[in-house]
């Protein structure tokens, strides 16, 4: 009896060990593009845009983190006062000033935990001088699940597409409903068949390019569509091969639901907790 019980705790130890030995700075983007507070709004879009990111951290001549910028705050400003707001509005008027931050010695379940309790899509790894380490975002913790084995099945994150944008839609017509939605993505259809996706950085491109009132249709991406079953590990390993944010889920001719990168960060969560 006594060895059972010892057997059991031995067990029960060795799985908060592992879960705890995976660290933060693991699977963190160590190279961290920030951005002075004086830049002004257009800057930061042209980066965001330039290298595929959703969150610029805001930081002084040290190092060190003053907040946060993320492409909903560009999306918003672009809404209501068009390029011209971006070219003269400074980033320091829309900075986020409580940006979820860990040290590099938490867990990476911990900072997951936080970022699914903050609903952000990203964690800023700080020292103990608030200089700036390291970021885990949602597209960090994707690779993560695509080099971890998982059983669990995609349909367990999925989120069901209850609103579709209609092609022929306007850049702004879309923008407007992905901030009402509080969303990043939407499924655009046609006829009643789906043709693909559209993410808020290319639509903010193009309206930065070109014009609000431009066609949706133009950044639309085809997508991959998995079935419901598909382990959560090799729909993460697909995104990444494929560069692709979004991936849908269920029938191929009639699929039904949506995995983002931010559903995956609840994936994350179930895995980590499992180790």
């Known amino acids: 009896m006594l060895l059972e019980i010892w057997g059991f705790q031995a067990l029960e130890w060795g799985s908060e060990w592992r879960r705890h030995y995976v660290n933060v700075m693991d699977y963190a983007t160590k190279r961290v593009i920030g951005i002075s507070p004086e830049n002004d709004l257009m800057s930061a879009a042209n980066l965001m845009i330039e290298l595929r990111i959703r969150h610029l951290p805001v930081k002084d001549s040290s190092n060190r983190l003053i907040g946060m910028i993320g492409m909903r705050e560009i999306a918003s400003v672009l809404l209501q006062g068009g390029r011209e707001a971006l070219e003269k509005e400074k980033v320091s008027d829309h900075i986020n000033v409580q940006p ?50 998982s059983i669990e099945r995609v349909e367990n994150i999925t989120t069901n597409i209850s609103t579709y944008v209609l092609a022929g839609s306007s850049v702004r017509e879309v923008l ?83 995995v983002t990168e931010r559903n995956m960060v609840r994936g994350a969560l179930e895995v980590l907790s499992r180790l």
């Open 100 to 149: 979820v931050k860990v040290t590099p010695d938490v867990p990476l379940l911990k900072a997951v935990e936080l970022m699914l309790e903050a609903g952000v899509g990203s964690v800023v790894i700080v020292d103990d001088m608030d200089r700036i380490q390291g970021i885990v975002t949602e597209k960090d913790l994707v690779k993560f699940l695509a080099v971890v084995p």
């Open 176 to 258: 407007e409903l992905m901030m009402e939605l509080w969303t990043r993505h939407l499924v655009m259809s046609k006829e009643g068949k789906v043709i693909g996706i559209v993410n808020m950085t290319d639509l903010v491109r193009k309206g930065i390019e070109e014009s609000l009132s431009a066609p949706a249709d133009e950044v639309v991406e085809p997508t991959e569509v998995v079935p419901p079953s598909t382990p959560i590990s090799q729909v993460a390993a697909l995104m990444v091969a494929k560069g692709k944010e979004a991936v849908l889920v269920g029938p191929k001719d009639s699929p039904d639901g949506i």
